[in-house]
């Protein structure tokens, strides 16, 4: 059984517009989403053992609030995952060392919401930011996974949360 936990970074800011879109920080809203949001995924999940995440300032600053509410063996910042398509994510799970079986991918859209559309039965139109999602594959090697043969364990977003 393999889980692959898909996080979209959460709001960032346009404040400062000299930035480029690569090092844009998290907003206020952003923080809080990602607070609350990791708290959430911690109260489900107490051990990953793989964070894979882009490398954009938004992307690791997300991450962060994850590394720091659950026990995750490993985690890797990539350039590659930076605004990827959903074949090159497609790709990146399948080629996942097999000693991982729990593995969280923080990243943009629209490669998330088309990956999870390809990989489940869901139609999102829109993975929001902050959204979390679990999907469990019924196979022992990543490699094994096909379109459309994850199951949807949770979904949640920021919205979904009463606070």
């Known amino acids: 059984?393999?889980?692959l936990i898909i996080i979209r970074h959460s709001k960032s800011s346009w404040k400062d517009h000299s930035l480029s879109d690569f090092d844009r920080p998290l907003n206020k809203r952003g923080i809080k989403d990602a607070k609350n949001m990791s708290f959430e995924l911690s109260e489900k999940i107490k051990k990953v053992d793989l964070l894979l995440s882009s490398s954009s300032k938004r992307t690791i600053q997300t991450s962060n609030?994850?590394?720091d509410s659950i026990n995750v063996r490993s985690n890797i910042f990539s350039e590659n995952l930076y605004h990827s398509s959903s074949d090159l994510?497609?790709?990146c799970v399948l080629n996942i060392n097999n000693k991982y079986n729990k593995v969280i991918?923080?990243?943009?859209n629209p490669g998330l919401t088309n990956i999870i559309n390809k990989l489940t039965n869901l139609k999102l139109?829109?993975?929001?930011?902050?959204?979390?999602?679990?999907?469990?594959?019924?196979?022992?090697?990543?490699?094994?996974?096909?379109y459309k043969s994850g199951l949807v364990e949770w979904l949640k977003f920021p919205k979904d949360l009463k606070l």
């Open 1 to 3: 059984m393999k889980t």
């Open 65 to 67: 609030y994850f590394l």
């Open 89 to 91: 994510i497609f790709d």
């Open 105 to 108: 991918i923080v990243g943009h």
């Open 125 to 146: 139109d829109n993975f929001p930011t902050s959204g979390i999602i679990i999907i469990v594959f019924d196979v022992d090697n990543w490699k094994n996974i096909n």
